[in-house]
């Protein structure tokens, strides 16, 4: 949320998203058409031809609406800084700020952790079974004397063997293309952030930087 008159940023807490989120979202507006998509879970599926940045529909402050900052915020704050919107002493700044974003009262009970009431399971679904994946296991365990091939990790129950060619991309249960990785790891490889190149070289994607300005243990071991 940025406040007009000092042109800083300051956290707000997931609780306030929410509210924001229901009243406020945002649509992404497909160029040369009158369709529009949804922003939001779908957003990583959209197709050529979206126009980004998503704009919300209307203003997120009213357009004569200055909020001052909350209280002890400092001015040479950037970023995180947090508040617990249970401390009396903030709680009041922002349920104001809540009405005069949402012109309505919003009653919010910070005096409990939050929950979700309701069934914690869906209805059951069936799921094809891979085959020959906890023998392609065992395999790439011994092969790789039980240790993650970029981490080091030599814990057993965080150890998972992947498939350095998918197997939904025609790879196979080989020895050859197998990996030993931490969990952690193995999810930056599958979603493209970490590879091996055909000598079995770490290849790290920028993108890890770009995405998360993080990643430096990766970069020291290799890189693109």
């Known amino acids: 949320m940025r406040w007009p008159h000092s042109g800083t940023r300051a956290a707000i807490s997931a609780e306030i998203i929410r509210c924001l989120y229901a009243a406020y979202l945002p649509t992404v507006q497909r160029a040369g058409q009158g369709a529009t998509v949804p922003a939001g879970p779908d957003r990583g599926r959209r197709r050529p031809g979206d126009r980004l940045p998503v704009r919300p529909r209307r203003p997120l402050l009213p357009a004569d609406s200055i909020a001052d900052p909350p209280p002890q915020f400092a001015r040479n704050i950037v970023q995180g800084k947090s508040y617990d919107l249970a401390d009396p002493a903030v709680a009041g700044y922002f349920a104001d700020i809540l009405q005069l974003t949402l012109g309505a009262m919003v009653e919010l009970d910070f005096s409990q952790p939050w929950h979700r009431t309701g069934p914690v399971f869906g209805d059951p679904r069936l799921a094809p079974y891979r085959l020959g994946q906890q023998s392609f296991k065992a395999v790439v365990l011994d092969s790789y004397h039980r240790r993650c091939a ?8 965080v150890l998972q063997a992947a498939h350095i060619r998918p197997v939904t991309r025609g790879g196979e249960h ?35 930087r770009a995405d998360f300005s993080n990643g430096d243990q990766f970069y020291a071991k290799g890189g693109w």
């Open 150 to 157: 970029i981490s080091g990790t030599h814990i057993p129950p």
């Open 174 to 208: 080989r020895l050859d293309n197998g990996l030993l990785l931490r969990s952690d790891v193995h999810t930056l490889f599958d979603r493209g952030y970490l590879g091996v190149d055909p000598q079995h070289r770490l290849l790290v994607s920028p993108r890890l």
